[in-house]
Nanobody, 125 residues
Framework: VQLQASGGGLVQAGGSLRLSCAGA????????TGWFRQAPGKGREFVAA????????RYSDAVKGRFTVSRDNAKNEVYLQMNSLKPEDTAEYYC???????????????????WGQGTQVTVSS
């Protein structure tokens, strides 16, 4: 499955952005999908993940309560709604998918098989 992330931009602290991840080639509903981010000079960090039918989600402690991951399987898309953004949320954001049919929501980046290109999110103070 090919993934395409979009929706990044520049926003002031306290603002909101919505990222989208579009799947192509195969139906995204067959894949646990996650969001990761990478700030300059840092490793890739887990942000959120969502189950095949959207009924289960998982978040990092850093974003819990501020970010919401969701999916629209009819549109073959996954979303990351980011509210109450902070300067420390500034990073390149990536969507990724696990192998087809795998159902466990996990956090290590190396367990995600498919990756889209990143979309930059910059939060100014």
């Amino acid at each position: 499955v090919q993934l395409q992330a979009s929706g990044g931009g520049l926003v002031q602290a306290g603002g909101s952005l919505r990222l989208s991840c579009a799947g192509a080639g195969r139906t995204l509903s067959s894949y646990v999908t996650g969001w990761f981010r990478q700030a300059p000079g840092k490793g890739r960090e887990f942000v959120a993940a969502i189950s095949l039918n959207g009924g289960t989600t998982r978040y990092s402690d850093a974003v819990k309560g501020r970010f919401t991951v969701s999916r629209d399987n009819a549109k073959n898309e996954v979303y990351l709604q980011m509210n109450s953004l902070k300067p420390e949320d500034t990073a390149e954001y990536y969507c990724a998918a696990r192998g087809q049919g795998i159902t466990v929501l996990t956090t290590p980046p190396h367990l995600y098989r498919y990756w889209g290109q990143g979309t930059q999110v910059t939060v100014s103070s």
